[in-house]
């Protein structure tokens, strides 16, 4: 008995032991009571104010998991489909897959192991500023009075500012582990914007200044870590591609192409050494062959082109960027007046009196980072039918009330009435103003890629005409609404990024290096280039 009590107690004391050390893990054990309180602002966990710190950590720590260490649960099936599809996962089954599957599946190939995740938080300083652009950062040392380094290298710049990090945050007298928004005062509205655009991340809405360096923030890990990937992925894409050319063009070369490569690099040739011996002894000193005079300048080359492939990574983001905001300029260059005067109306963008339309594209165009004002009346337009009858029912607008009533009411005639009812709201203020806020924003938020799905044809239809976009003859049902939620997007977000293809942009780099690296290598051999090319073509 003496011994089972001995035992239970080992158990126990072991069980507490793991708990303990996981628990004393935690990165926010550390942080001050303000970045606890932010961190859960941040990812709309609700907290009592007042609260002690024990309250704070305890509500943390029930959410920690899935928002720090494995984000992914949070996701809908169609992100993580998306994301299994990027990381190179077969997708064939996910549409009978249930979510909780698509999850295990993610959790299996996610970017971090938990301990990581765990520990990340530990030292912001470490990650936090890499998916800054180089402007960034420079703003961020001319504001703080750091000095930059001449010539102004990215790796330098950001280094820099890493150093000068922590002492930041001690002279504006603000915490360091959760960063405040003191850590994105150098950057305007339009530039929160453009960051949550180029991940792909929708800005909040409604929004301000707040909740876009919130959505920043917060969204600043995954981030990181999916160009991390990338880079990862397009380098070891690099280093295959150039073994791939140098094995084709050593089975080129001929017998003594081989031993004079071996004399030139000192490689000792035992005497009656056959060919494939001589190949094997060449591949076996490969890195000796690659200090060759030609082939050292050919790698030195390819890994310019590629060893930083950080760098290749913003300049490939920075290509995908420029072709999200061209594929913009292209959409809004189809849009009516009143469609871009709503959009500019929606971002507090004065519009003179009498401009014509192609100086309101401009000033659209200009505005495409520019996020929209929270609860505008434009936002009553992409509400289903019943939300609309509900606010119109729930507005306290007895002329309102009436065409909400009206069976007949067309879905344009109810949208003037709320947008009426909602103006003469704000012009009141007080709680119908309160009111009509808060209906818009739970009605928005619950909305989101099923906003379009009870439309009828002929209100899909409308909503395209007031853009001024021809509906091609014979659309079905599913193309209406991808088009109407194309549109929709645009409107509301501005320009965004599809960040899944910056991949394929790292790719055609290390391409091109390769293939650079393969006429450089094969100078001299005929046959050597003939079969580089053949490697080229296969690629």
């Known amino acids: 008995m003496r011994l089972l009590s001995t035992i239970l107690s080992l158990a126990l004391a072991t069980d507490v032991a793991v708990a303990s050390t996981w628990f004393s893990k935690a990165a926010y054990n550390k942080w001050?009571?303000?970045?606890?309180?932010?961190?859960?602002?941040?990812?709309?966990?609700?907290?009592?104010?007042p609260a002690d710190r024990k309250d704070l950590e305890n509500l943390i720590e029930k959410n920690w998991e899935n928002n720090a260490v494995a984000p992914y649960k949070n996701w809908?099936?169609?992100?993580?489909?998306?994301?299994?599809?990027?990381?190179?996962?077969?997708?064939?089954?996910?549409?009978?897959?249930?979510?909780?599957?698509?999850?295990?599946q993610v959790a299996g190939s996610w970017y971090e192991t938990e301990d990581k995740a765990q520990s990340s938080w530990t030292s912001a300083k470490d990650w936090i500023l890499d998916t800054w652009t180089d402007s960034a950062l420079k703003s961020f040392a001319d504001k703080h009075g750091i000095p930059v380094p001449q010539p102004r290298k990215r790796d330098t710049l950001l280094q820099t500012v890493r150093n000068n990090y922590e002492t930041v945050a001690q002279k504006?007298?603000?915490?360091?582990?959760?960063?405040?928004?003191?850590?994105?005062?150098?950057?305007?509205?339009?530039?929160?914007?453009?960051?949550?655009?180029?991940?792909?991340?929708?800005?909040?809405?409604p929004t301000n200044r707040d909740k876009l360096i919130a959505a920043v923030r917060r969204n600043s890990r995954t981030a990181y870590l999916k160009a991390q990937d990338q880079a990862a992925s397009a380098s070891a894409s690099a280093n295959a591609a150039y073994a791939t050319v140098t094995d084709k063009l050593?089975?080129?070369w001929g017998e003594s192409q081989l031993k004079e490569f071996c004399d030139k690099n000192g490689i000792n040739v035992p005497q009656g050494t056959k060919t494939n011996e001589l190949r094997a002894l060449v591949r076996k000193h490969r890195s000796e062959i690659l200090g060759d005079s030609v082939s050292a300048s050919a790698a030195s080359a390819f890994g310019a082109a590629t060893s930083n492939v950080g760098n290749s990574y913003t300049k490939a983001t920075d290509t995908v960027s420029l072709a999200a905001q061209e594929a913009f300029d292209a959409t809004v260059g189809t849009w009516s007046d009143s469609r871009l005067k709503a959009y500019l109306d929606a971002r507090g963008v004065p519009v003179p009196q009498g401009t014509k339309t192609d100086e309101l594209r401009a000033l659209v165009r200009r505005n495409s980072h520019k996020a929209a004002h929270p609860n505008a009346a434009w936002s009553w337009g992409d509400l289903s039918l019943e939300n609309l009858r509900k606010y119109l029912a729930s507005s306290g607008d007895s002329a309102a009330k009436k065409v909400g009533e009206s069976s007949t009411a067309t879905r344009d005639e109810l949208v003037d009435a709320a947008q009426s009812a909602y103006a003469s709201a704000s012009s009141a203020g007080g709680g119908s103003y309160a009111s009509a806020t808060s209906f818009l924003a739970q009605a928005t938020g619950s909305a989101k890629q099923s906003t379009f799905d009870t439309w009828s044809e002929s209100d899909l239809k409308s909503y395209l005409d007031s853009y001024g976009v021809p509906v091609p003859q014979g659309s079905t049902l599913n193309q209406l609404k991808a088009e109407v939620r194309k549109q929709s997007t645009y409107f509301k977000y501005g320009t965004t990024s599809p960040t899944g293809t910056a991949f394929a942009k790292i790719g055609e780099s290390v391409k091109g290096a390769y293939n650079w690296v393969a006429g450089q290598l094969g100078a001299g051999s005929e046959a050597a280039k003939s079969k580089a090319k053949n490697v080229k073509e296969e690629l």
Not at 33 to 47: A, F, G, I, K, M
Not at 79 to 98: E, F
């Open 76 to 104: 809908d099936t169609e992100k993580l489909t998306s994301y299994l599809k990027q990381k190179g996962v077969d997708t064939k089954d996910a549409a009978g897959s249930s979510k909780d599957s698509l999850i295990s």
């Open 32 to 49: 001050h009571e303000t970045e606890l309180e932010r961190w859960l602002s941040d990812h709309d966990v609700p907290y009592p104010s």
């Open 172 to 205: 504006v007298g603000e915490t360091a582990s959760y960063p405040g928004n003191w850590l994105y005062e150098s950057w305007t509205e339009s530039d929160l914007k453009e960051w949550l655009d180029t991940h792909g991340i929708p800005a909040p809405q």
């Open 250 to 252: 050593i089975d080129a």
